[in-house]
């Protein structure tokens, strides 16, 4: 089993930064991908990032390629999202999510096994 609870989110201005945090329960967190996905209202949940558990591999969407890194810590049992230059069309929810081994079909979200309650992000224009 694996919990989740993701912090960082807010209200900011277009081309500011956020960074999103998601921090991890269980014994297990090493051994698990994770990812970011979110959620605009009205809209399916849409993959973010991804990165393997030994964080050598990463995957963006292309809609964040260039503007969002995604990294871990291991030891903190934490995965990062920092997010540059926000667009007012990042506004969403964004949700963490952590599956023992996620495979090629990591930016679909029903390839996650745990997800964490989400966390806002506005972007105002």
């Known amino acids: 089993q694996v919990q989740l609870v993701e912090s960082g989110g807010g209200l900011v201005q277009a081309g500011d930064s956020l960074k999103l945090a998601c921090v991890a329960s269980g014994r297990t967190f090493r051994n698990n991908d994770m990812g970011w996905f979110r959620q605009a209202p009205g809209k399916e949940r849409e993959f973010v990032a991804a990165i393997r558990w030994s964080g050598d591999s990463t995957y963006y969407a292309d809609s964040v390629k260039g503007r969002f890194t995604i990294s871990r810590d291991n030891a903190k049992k934490t995965v990062y999202l920092q997010m540059n230059n926000l667009k007012p069309e990042d506004t969403a929810v964004y949700y963490c999510?952590?599956?023992?081994?996620?495979?090629?079909?990591?930016?679909?979200?029903?390839?996650?096994?745990?997800w964490g309650q989400g966390t806002q992000v506005t972007v105002s224009s």
């Open positions: 999510a952590a599956a023992y081994y996620v495979g090629k079909d990591y930016y679909k979200d029903l390839s996650w096994a745990y």
